[in-house]
C-alpha cells in the first residue's frame, strides 16, 4: 500500500522540454510567474495560456495527469473563488440573497483570480513533471552558487536534499515491514478512532526512526571511505550545460514578458 | 613482494560512553599483507575483525603502535585521503552505502570526491561498472536493484577510486546465494586480474577457503594464520574458537573421528570427494 507514493510525480520523457538544463526550467517558470503577474487582462491572460498550452504539447505531458494533479487543489481553488465572488463591490448587483451579493465584479475576479492559480500551477508542475529531481537539486545548487559567498551551505543542502531523495523508497520499504511485523504481532492499523490510529503508528516510527539512524550513521563512514569532505574542491561527472534549446527558451519566455508588458502599458 | 598494509604493535580501546568503560579491543597486534594478495580475516563476532577494518583506512586511529597503509602511516591526519585512495572499504549493507539515486551516479561519487575531471569521471565510471559486470544497469535506481547487485555498485563505487587494495567487511551477509557468488566471483576477478589486493572478513568457511591465505583473530590476537589448507587443516583449534572448517573438511574430520584415515586438507566438494574416492581404493 505504501509504494503507491510516487515522489516528485517525474514522468520520464525525452521532448524537447525534458532536455533542457534544470536551471533554465527552474528560471524559465520564475519567468513564467512573473509574465501570469503582469498580465491584468484576457488578452493578455490569453497569451500566457496559449504559451503554456504551447509548453505543454511540446513536453507531450498527458494533459490528463495535470489535471489530476489539481485534484489536492480544488479546496484551495473554490476558497478563492467564493471569496473573490462575494466580496467585490461595483458593477451590476447580479443576485442578492439577504446580505450576499454577487455582482458582475465580483464574477470576474472569481474567474481571473481561479484561472490565475491554476495557470500557476500548471507551470509549476510543468517543471515537475518534466525534470527529475536529481536534475533539480543540481540546477538548485548550481543556480544558488554564489550564494556559497554568503556562506550559504549550498552543497551540504543538495547533498541532503539528494540523500533524502535515494533514501525515501528505502525508508518505505523498511516501513510497509515493520507495519507487517506489527500487524502479526496483532497491531490494528485501520480500525477505530483517528487518534487510536495515531497511537497505532508508534511502535511503528519508534524503530524506523532508530533504523533511520542506525543507517545515517554507517552511510557517513561509508561516505568518508570514498574520500568525501564536503563541497570543497568536488567535480561533477555530469556537467550542466547550456544548449542551444536552452537559447530559445529563454527567448520564448522573455518575449513572453515582453508581449504582456507591452499589453499591460496599454491598459489591456 | 612489499606490504600494503602492516599493523605494528597495534593497540586499540572503544573510548568510554556515558560513564561505562571501553573496551580494549587489541593490545599488542601485529599483522602485515602483501600486495596482490587476497586474505581472509575469520573470527567469531567481537573479535575485533571489524574494528581491524576500520584501522585500514583511518575511520579508527589506533590507541597504540601503527597501522601503516602503503607506506604512509595511517594516524598522519594530513595524509588520510591519501590513505582513503589507497584502501576502498565495502560494506555489510549495500543499501546504507550507495549515496545516489542512479547507479552511475553513485560510481562516480567517489572520483568527484577527489576532484577528478569530468571526461575522467566519466571513463573511470564506466571502466568500474564493466568490471563488475553491472554497466547495462547504469542508468537504473538503485533500490529496484536485487541484494548482489546493490553490493556489486558498491563494489564499483570503491574501485573507481582505483585503489590499491579494498577491505570488504562481511560483504555478502545480507545476500541470498546467487548474490553471494555474484560477488565471491567480481572480487575474485578483480584480485586475479587487476592486482588488486583484497581483505575479506567472513563468516562463511567457504568464502575464506577462496582466499590464498587465511587469518583467525581471536580476543584480538591472531590464533592461526596460514594457507586456507594449514588453517582449516586446525579443526579441533577452531571448534575451540567457536568456529567451523568448511563442510567438506568437518565431513572428513568427523570420519576420522571414527577412525577413518582421511587427509584434512579438501577444501571443496570435489576435493572432498577426491579423498573419499582415494581412501577407498586403498
Keep these: ?268 | 613482494m612489499e606490504d600494503i598494509i602492516s599493523v605494528e604493535h597495534l593497540a586499540y580501546v572503544y573510548p568510554d560512553l556515558d560513564g561505562q568503560k571501553g573496551t580494549q579491543v587489541f593490545e599488542n597486534l601485529n599483522l602485515t599483507i602483501e600486495s596482490g594478495s587476497f586474505v581472509a580475516i575469520l573470527g567469531t563476532n567481537g573479535c575485533g575483525k571489524s574494528t581491524l577494518a576500520k584501522h585500514f583506512n583511518s575511520i579508527l586511529l589506533p590507541s597504540g603502535g601503527k597501522v601503516y597503509v602503503d607506506g604512509i602511516d595511517t594516524s598522519d591526519l594530513n595524509r588520510v585521503m591519501a590513505v582513503r585512495r589507497c584502501v576502498g572499504m565495502v560494506f555489510q549493507n549495500p543499501d546504507n552505502q550507495i549515496v545516489a539515486n542512479v547507479v552511475e551516479e553513485d560510481v562516480a561519487f567517489g572520483p568527484e570526491n577527489i576532484g577528478v575531471a569530468a571526461p575522467e569521471i566519466r571513463r573511470r565510471v564506466d571502466k568500474a561498472l564493466k568490471q563488475v559486470g553491472m554497466y547495462e544497469y547504469r542508468e537504473h535506481a538503485p533500490h529496484l536493484l536485487s541484494g548482489g547487485q546493490k553490493q556489486r555498485v558498491a563494489i564499483a563505487g570503491v574501485i573507481a577510486l582505483e585503489p590499491k587494495c579494498i577491505v570488504l567487511d562481511e560483504p555478502t551477509a545480507m545476500l541470498d546465494p546467487r548474490g553471494r557468488r555474484d560477488v565471491m566471483e567480481t572480487v575474485e576477478k578483480l584480485n586475479r586480474e587487476k592486482g588488486i589486493t583484497v581483505v575479506l572478513i567472513t563468516h562463511h568457511m567457504d568464502e575464506a577457503a577462496q582466499a590464498r591465505r587465511v587469518i583467525v583473530l581471536d580476543k584480538g590476537k591472531v590464533a592461526a594464520d596460514g594457507t586456507p589448507k594449514q588453517v582449516f587443516s586446525q579443526v579441533e583449534m577452531l571448534h575451540k574458537l567457536g568456529l567451523a572448517a568448511p563442510d567438506s573438511v568437518e565431513l572428513c574430520w568427523a570420519l576420522r573421528q571414527k577412525g577413518f584415515d582421511l587427509p584434512l586438507d579438501a577444501l571443496t566438494p570435489e576435493e572432498c570427494a577426491q579423498a573419499l574416492y582415494d581412501w577407498l581404493k586403498t
Excluded at chain 1, 82 to 109: A, H, P, Q
Design chain 1, 1 to 268: 500500500m505504501l509504494k503507491d507514493i510516487t515522489l516528485g510525480q517525474y514522468f520520464p520523457g525525452t521532448s524537447v522540454i525534458h532536455r533542457l538544463d534544470p536551471r533554465t526550467k527552474l528560471l524559465g517558470v520564475i519567468l513564467y510567474i512573473v509574465a501570469l503577474f503582469l498580465a491584468k487582462s484576457w488578452i493578455s491572460y490569453g497569451v500566457v495560456l496559449a504559451f503554456l498550452i504551447l509548453a505543454i504539447s511540446v513536453s507531450k505531458i498527458p494533459p490528463k495527469s495535470i489535471v489530476s494533479g489539481m485534484k489536492p487543489l480544488v479546496v484551495i481553488l473554490i476558497f478563492t473563488g467564493v471569496l473573490n465572488l462575494f466580496y467585490s463591490d461595483g458593477g451590476v448587483v447580479l443576485v442578492k440573497i439577504w446580505k450576499l451579493t454577487i455582482t458582475s465584479e465580483g464574477l470576474t475576479r472569481a474567474i481571473f483570480m481561479t484561472s490565475r492559480i491554476l495557470m500557476l500551477i500548471s507551470g509549476t508542475f510543468l517543471l515537475t513533471y518534466t525534470t527529475s529531481p536529481i536534475a533539480l537539486t543540481d540546477g538548485l545548487e548550481s543556480l544558488l552558487g554564489p550564494l556559497k559567498k554568503l556562506h550559504v551551505p549550498v552543497h551540504e543542502l543538495s547533498m541532503m536534499m539528494c540523500i533524502a531523495l535515494r533514501f525515501i523508497p528505502t525508508l518505505i520499504e523498511e516501513t510497509d515491514k515493520i507495519m507487517n511485523a506489527q500487524k502479526a504481532r496483532g497491531a490494528d492499523f485501520e480500525n477505530g478512532s483517528i487518534i487510536d490510529r495515531a497511537k497505532a503508528l508508534i511502535p511503528v516510527l519508534v524503530p524506523l526512526f532508530i533504523s533511520a539512524f542506525r543507517r545515517a550513521d554507517e552511510l557517513a563512514t561509508a561516505m568518508e571511505c570514498r574520500c568525501y569532505q564536503g563541497g570543497e574542491g568536488r567535480t561533477k561527472m555530469k556537467l550542466l550545460r547550456y544548449g542551444r534549446n536552452d537559447f530559445y527558451a529563454f527567448g520564448g519566455l522573455t518575449a513572453l514578458i515582453a508581449v504582456v508588458a507591452v499589453l499591460a502599458g496599454f491598459g489591456l
